[in-house]
Every structure is written in C-alpha cells, then in structure tokens.
C-alpha cells in the first residue's frame, strides 16, 4: 500500500507569483482534502475533492484553487502569492464514506518572500 | 461555530509520569473526534479516534459530551512519546473537513 505524496517538499516564490502544488493519493482513496498550516498553528482546512470536484471549502479566497484528476490525484494552485501564504500545505487522501480517517502526507513548504 | 481548544501550548513530564493533553471542542451535533501526532521530522499521523474505542501506544480519549472534551491521556509516560499532539474534530454530516486545535508540544523528560 502506497501513502500520500506530495512534491516538491520545499518552494520558495516571490510575491506576486502562481505556484502548483502536487498530491497523490494513498492507493484505495478517492477523496483529498488540502490544509494550509502556518507556523505555530494547526491545519486549517482549504477545500476537499471528490470525484474531481470541489466538495466544501473552508475561508480561502478564490485565488486558491484546485484539481482532482481520474486518478484521484489533486493539485493545489495558488495565485498571486502574498507573504502570508508561507505554510506548510498538507494533502489528505481518504475513502468517503461517513467521517472516515483521513491520511496525511509529508507536506509542502511554501516561503514566499 | 466549529472550535477545537487545546489549552496547553506546552506540556512537560518526566518518565513514567501520567499525561493529559486537554481538548475542548464547540459544536452543535455529534461530531468524530481525533487524536493526531507528529513525532520531528515525521508526517501528521492518526494516533485515535473515539469511534474506534481503541487504545493506541496506552493512549486512551474519552468523550464528554457534558463537557464537550476529548482529553488524551496515557499513565505511564515514555520519552518516545515526545512529540506534537492535535485533537481535531470532523463535523457530521456535508464536507468531511478535519478542523484542527492550535497542537500541544509534549515533552518527556527522562
């Protein structure tokens, strides 16, 4: 059994800026959830996928936004980077049914200067 | 509003100590409540969660509805267990999102 990756580990963007972020999912998953965590602070919830489309939405703004493809992978896209954006940003893969567990991956961090 | 609290920023114990991290949490229905870790340099990690009623690593949570609380404890504390605690909650029902507490830093001291 495969778990959640995600890539590239670390990024450092200017302001201003697009930057993509990758997960796949752990094999058997169909469902991926994005969280944004800054320093000192939990995982907050940014959006969650399921069968590729968005499926809840916690307070980002629209310049947040994402993908599911077929293959139950997921993409986190953020545009026009502002400085407080810089976070660690955690892929969650889960199989829905009612409030199943959700996996974590290792996460990407994100500085934007 | 959908709240997790966990009060202590920092919580320091001794080797075969007992431990409690606090979790207080706000919301209307019955929600699932969990416990997740991340040892350094590891990824997040379910440790429990209060459906399963299983006993991870001698950790155990009980939920107190009265009280919304879902306090983990363990009575033997061991330094492996250092690490960053976050209770979370998922609300029932809609999105399946996991709303997080602020994480507690357990320290064990030998």
């Known amino acids: 059994e495969t778990g959640v990756t995600q890539s590239p580990t670390h990024l450092i963007k200017t302001r201003g800026q697009q930057v993509t972020l990758r997960c796949s999912s752990q094999s058997g998953h169909n469902t991926v959830s994005w969280y944004q965590q800054a320093l000192g602070q939990g995982p907050q919830f940014i959006f969650q996928y399921y069968r590729e489309e968005e499926n809840g939405r916690g307070n980002f703004p629209p310049r947040f936004s994402g993908l599911q493809f077929p293959n139950y992978s997921s993409e986190l896209n953020v545009n026009a980077l502002e400085l407080d954006d810089s976070a660690l940003y955690l892929c969650?893969?889960?199989?829905?049914?009612?409030?199943?567990?959700?996996?974590f991956g290792p996460g990407t961090r994100l500085l934007v200067l | 509003a959908q709240r997790v609290t966990q009060p202590e920023k920092l919580l320091s114990v001794f080797k075969g100590a007992p431990v409690e991290l606090k979790c207080n949490y706000s919301?209307?229905?019955?929600?699932?409540l969990f416990w997740y870790v991340q040892y350094s340099r590891q990824r997040l990690q379910l440790l429990l969660r209060?459906?399963s009623r299983e006993s991870i690593k001698g950790f155990t949570a009980d939920l107190n509805k009265g009280e919304t609380s879902f306090h983990l404890k363990k009575p033997f504390a061991q330094e492996e267990d250092s690490a960053m605690y976050y209770c979370a909650l998922m609300p029932q029902g809609g999105s399946e999102k996991l709303v997080f507490g602020k994480g507690t830093k357990l320290t064990v001291n030998p």
């Open positions: 919301y209307s229905g019955s929600p699932e």
């Open positions: 209060h459906i």
């Open positions: 969650a893969s889960s199989f829905r049914l009612a409030q199943e567990t959700q996996y």
